[in-house]
């Protein structure tokens, strides 16, 4: 008995600051769902209290209007688009950098790990005259193909390191059974890897469906619009009507929520596994 509470005494501040990071976290969320149903009036006269009336048609609106889900599909195709391009190309660069020797391998690979400083707004101008030269613009291939780019180096480095765990054994044995080093790395080398798959996914995901500056680059029209774009004209076109505003913001962080409440559990698989393979 005495144990136990000694393991529960000295755990207790490590819940407790839990609780309260969740709290700050989730106040300013809370906040924004209850103003959402509230008036612009209601929000200068009671900011911190519960609507009175309830304003539903701040959601209501939204839903029915054709330009919020227009960009909540472009989002989606832009993300899944973005996701496979970057995992499918760093899956191979991983695999060859992982079991291949080659000369000028590491030189190779430190040349992606470079990549990770390089930061995306110096590179704005000439990606714009990149694009507009092969005529990329408002086209969602001149926002997939850059977002794609620019996660290579971080999921070569993470793929690397799950590749470079398999042991050599196994791939010796699969190459005497008949393997080439295709099927070796798709039967056998993908599967074993799928939760670290997994993780660079969720990652590419979400990398994808927050870039703001990119889509706003590369899309003049509001064909192509992406969530965070519509946000940003969303808040132009209502600036007096901040409860409207909060609704749409609201809505806009559903789908991302969402994503993520589904695929934590295998981002946090994928981050502990690679934590405990190194």
């Given at each position: 008995m005495i144990p136990t509470l000694r393991r529960r005494m000295r755990s207790l501040p490590v819940h407790v600051t839990a609780w309260g990071v969740g709290v700050v976290m989730i106040t300013p969320l809370l906040?924004?769902?209850?103003?959402?149903?509230?008036?612009?009036?209601?929000?200068?006269?009671?900011?911190?209290?519960?609507?009175?009336?309830?304003?539903?048609?701040?959601?209501?609106?939204?839903?029915?209007?054709?330009?919020?889900?227009?960009?909540?599909?472009?989002?989606?195709?832009?993300?899944?688009?973005?996701?496979?391009?970057?995992?499918?190309?760093?899956?191979?660069?991983?695999?060859?950098?992982?079991?291949?020797?080659?000369?000028?391998?590491?030189?190779?690979?430190?040349?992606?790990?470079?990549?990770?400083?390089?930061?995306?707004?110096?590179?704005?101008?000439?990606?714009?005259?990149?694009?507009?030269?092969?005529?990329?613009?408002?086209?969602?291939?001149?926002?997939?193909?850059?977002?794609?780019?620019?996660?290579?180096?971080?999921?070569?480095?993470?793929?690397?390191?799950?590749?470079?765990?398999?042991?050599?054994?196994?791939?010796?044995?699969?190459?005497?059974?008949?393997?080439?080093?295709?099927?070796?790395?798709?039967?056998?080398l993908l599967p074993m890897a799928r939760p670290a798959l997994g993780t660079v996914s969720v990652l590419a995901v979400v990398a994808s469906w927050n870039n703001f500056l990119l889509p706003l680059l590369v899309f003049s029209e509001p064909t192509w619009w992406t969530i965070p774009v519509g946000v940003q004209q969303f808040q132009g076109q209502y600036a007096t009507d901040i409860a409207r505003v909060f609704a749409y913001l609201v809505l806009a962080m559903v789908p991302a929520l969402a994503f993520y409440a589904v695929a934590e559990r295998q981002l946090i698989g994928g981050i502990t596994m690679g934590a405990t393979k190194g």
């Open positions: 906040y924004a769902f209850v103003s959402g149903f509230k008036s612009t009036d209601q929000l200068s006269r009671n900011p911190f209290g519960l609507p009175s009336p309830w304003v539903t048609s701040n959601y209501t609106d939204i839903l029915a209007s054709g330009s919020f889900w227009r960009m909540l599909g472009s989002s989606t195709l832009i993300a899944v688009g973005t996701t496979v391009l970057t995992v499918g190309s760093a899956a191979l660069a991983a695999f060859a950098l992982a079991r291949f020797a080659f000369r000028g391998r590491e030189v190779l690979f430190t040349l992606f790990t470079v990549g990770l400083m390089f930061p995306f707004a110096v590179a704005i101008l000439p990606l714009f005259i990149l694009l507009r030269t092969f005529g990329l613009l408002d086209d969602p291939w001149g926002v997939i193909l850059p977002q794609a780019a620019f996660g290579l180096p971080m999921t070569i480095v993470i793929l690397r390191g799950f590749f470079r765990e398999i042991p050599g054994e196994l791939e010796e044995a699969a190459t005497l059974d008949g393997c080439s080093p295709f099927g070796f790395f798709w039967r056998i």
